[in-house]
């Protein structure tokens, strides 16, 4: 299958990254190698260092990045210090991350991500580990409710895993299509509206299969820490809760005195870590919507790394 590839918010990324030509670069989540190249052409003596822990995305990497001044590594982004050490890098100059599930990803219908294709129910990332019919296979419906309320804010939760585990007992869910037609027929005809009733399940099962969350919260603390002064942490988000927590985690790192209010002095002496590149997120001109649908939901927060 080609690989076709649109990077969203590309020109506003490479913007907020300000590209040294001899500077050192991370992409923690290169997928087709749009933001990537765009980073690796504006370099002279500069490298570029791009991960994924999805093996395919990384073949079609290396292809396209073999004419640029990059090395291509499977890994996690969240264990991009230990990356960098092994190549003999300290810090770095930028760091993009482009969360979320790619378009490669989306496309190829036996990855499993689409609700709108019929395909074994997997959805892993990395090919590795729990698919997302095992954790339907094991999860009750109290267990099923909570991913789809804690990943995919769905309203309708617990009618959905409710439904889900009467099916079960005549038999296993086994494709996207068959569970995807399960939850549609749990969620009332009025709500059907809103979009396909199966993208914010499929969303939350995604999340689970790969631990989205806990790897974010723990590789935001790496990328930054990895960081020279000056260099700059830029990271898109396609949902709510990745936003809403990069948000938070920006913000502690830009915020000085944290002292109560009513004291006329500060006496905590905490500095800021960072500076906002952007005061808010940047969306998707209406050009880019035009061009690539999926820019839809993207927003692009950037921090730089201040002093000590």
Not at 154 to 181: G, N, S, V
Request: hydrophobic residues 40%.
């Amino acid at each position: 299958m080609e690989f076709t590839h649109l990077p969203v918010l590309l020109e506003p990324t490479i913007e907020a990254l300000h590209i040294k030509p001899d500077g050192i670069y991370v992409d923690g989540t290169v997928g087709g190698a749009g933001h990537s190249r765009a980073i690796a052409s504006r370099l002279t003596t500069g490298k570029l260092i791009a991960l994924d822990r999805d093996p395919d995305a990384l073949s079609v990497a290396k292809e396209r990045l073999a004419d640029y001044p990059a090395e291509v590594v499977e890994s996690n982004f969240k264990d991009m210090d230990s990356v960098l050490d092994s190549l003999g890098y300290d810090l770095v100059d930028g760091i993009l991350l482009d969360l979320g599930v790619s378009s490669f990803q989306l496309d190829a219908a036996e990855r499993g991500f689409s609700y709108h294709k019929e395909a074994p129910l997997d959805m892993r990332m990395s090919k590795q580990g729990a698919t997302a019919a095992d954790i339907i296979a094991a999860c009750n419906a109290e267990e099923l409710a909570q991913i789809f309320k804690e990943y995919g804010e769905e309203r309708f939760a617990y009618r959905i895993a409710c439904r889900i585990e009467q099916r079960k007992k005549q038999a296993p869910f086994l494709t996207t299509t068959d569970l995807a037609e399960t939850i549609a027929s749990a969620v009332p005809a009025a709500a059907r509206r809103d979009g396909h009733p199966a993208r914010r399940c499929f969303q939350a099962l995604r999340i689970a299969v790969n631990g989205e969350l806990d790897c974010l919260k723990e590789g935001l603390n790496k990328a930054f820490d990895c960081l020279k002064p000056g260099g700059v942490l830029a990271i898109i988000t396609f949902h709510s809760l990745e936003d809403r927590m990069v948000k938070q985690q920006f913000k502690q790192w830009c915020t000085a005195c944290t002292c109560p209010p009513d004291l006329p002095v500060c006496v905590c002496g905490k500095k800021p870590k960072g500076r906002l590149v952007n005061r808010k997120a940047i969306e998707a001109t209406p050009q880019e919507l035009e061009r690539n649908a999926r820019s839809r939901s993207a927003k692009l927060r950037a921090v730089e790394r201040l002093s000590e």
